[in-house]
């Protein structure tokens, strides 16, 4: 590994005293592409050799209850060398390792990844027949039960149409744990996916050849949003309404540089308000999400720019952000400010009616 921790631009988790890190591309002269794992100077695990285009989106992690439980996702996309026009360019997959995984024996994957299994994501509308196989970006919201925690997976398609799926991380897990795998050889016990650090030689032969889970992860329904926008990145923030009830929502960047605020529903998803960080038209490059703040962080290739989520000024002394359906923002009875349990909401429909009838609005 000569000590290559890879780019600026790669996923990376540090979580514990272990780092992990990705390096992706076509072919890399210096290093291995794939995911790396660094506890110490000489205590590391690295991918097996694989002459196939990748890059990798996403890393998360649960440690579990005990340190040999601990699992690592990685979401990536793969190049398909199916050599066949009707198939897709891309493959989006996650994989699934052990974090305590320090590799095989001296003679079979020494040092290389001994638990990593793979699996096949699906985005689309199947009665449409309608895919979308490029990944492009991941967010997570994390849940207390992590079986609960959901991932927001942004992919476009061959016609650059974006979509937006929703993966539940009990779904992804149990197939992990329970599917068969593509490969018609049983596994050799213990059972693939299992954190051990006894491995025979026959089962190290089964791990070497990289299994792939037969059952494809599907999102919890159908894509959530469908768009001739051509988004590029994404976060999640959860917001929670005076009413106690919890809304999702996606911050989505443009090809041009603006960021669209989108508001889930179970009727669909709301375009809330479209930002122009940037005073010209420009590509973004990266955008961070602080939860705890409620600030935004875009950066184009010469500008870091910070958005305020709950900066509810923007809609007036009027009672605009109602409308708006803006679940950051509530009505006061004189201006829109941040939210509280006293404010004026409805997220679900936007009655401006609610105003004058609490407040009088304006």
């Known amino acids: 590994m000569q000590g290559n921790t890879g780019d600026v631009n790669e996923t990376a988790l540090y979580t514990g ?8 591309g076509q072919n890399n002269a210096a290093a291995t592409l794939g995911l790396y794992r660094q506890k110490a100077k000489y205590d590391y695990t690295w991918p097996q050799t694989r002459e196939i285009a990748q890059r990798y989106i996403k890393l998360i992690a649960n440690e579990g209850s005990a ?5 690592l996702y990685s979401f990536y996309t793969e190049k398909n060398l199916s050599e066949d026009p009707e198939t897709p360019l891309w493959i989006p997959r996650v994989s699934q390792y052990c974090m305590s995984d320090t590799g095989g024996r001296k003679n079979q994957l020494q040092y290389r990844w001994t638990s990593m299994l793979t699996a096949r994501l699906f985005c689309g509308d199947k009665k449409r027949r309608v895919t979308f196989t490029e990944l492009l970006d991941v967010a997570v919201l994390e849940a207390e039960n992590w079986d609960n925690t959901m991932i927001y997976a942004l992919f476009k398609n061959h016609y650059n149409i974006s979509a937006v799926c929703v993966y539940k991380m009990s779904t992804i897990t149990r197939i992990f ?19 051990v650090t006894d491995k025979s030689s026959v089962f190290l032969k089964f791990m070497e050849k990289r299994p792939e889970m037969a059952e494809w992860i599907e999102p919890e329904r159908g894509p959530l949003l469908i768009s001739q926008s051509q988004y590029t990145h994404l976060q999640v923030d959860r917001v929670t309404s005076r009413n106690n009830v919890q809304h999702s929502v996606l911050l989505l960047t443009l090809g041009n540089g603006r960021i669209h605020k ?3 529903r179970d009727d669909g998803p709301f375009i809330i308000a479209e930002y122009q960080p940037f005073e010209s038209e420009t590509r973004i490059h990266s955008m961070l999400l ?13 500008e870091l720019v910070q958005i305020d989520l709950q900066d509810c000024s923007v809609y007036g002394k009027q009672c605009d952000c109602v409308l708006a359906r803006d679940p950051y923002c509530g009505w006061s009875g004189t201006e829109c400010s941040p939210a509280t349990e006293y404010s004026v909401q409805d997220v679900t429909n936007g009655d401006y009616a609610v105003c004058e009838a609490v407040c009088g609005g304006n």
Request: charged letters at 25%; hydrophobic letters at 30%; a negative charge.
């Open 290 to 302: 602080d939860r705890s703040t409620k600030k935004l962080y875009v950066s184009s290739s010469s």
């Open 17 to 24: 005293d272990t780092l992990y890190f990705t390096i992706s």
């Open 177 to 195: 744990k329970s599917s068969i795998f593509r490969s018609p050889v049983e596994a050799p016990p213990p059972a693939a996916g299992e954190c």
């Open 67 to 71: 340190a040999e439980d601990g699992k």
């Open 262 to 264: 989108v508001v889930e």
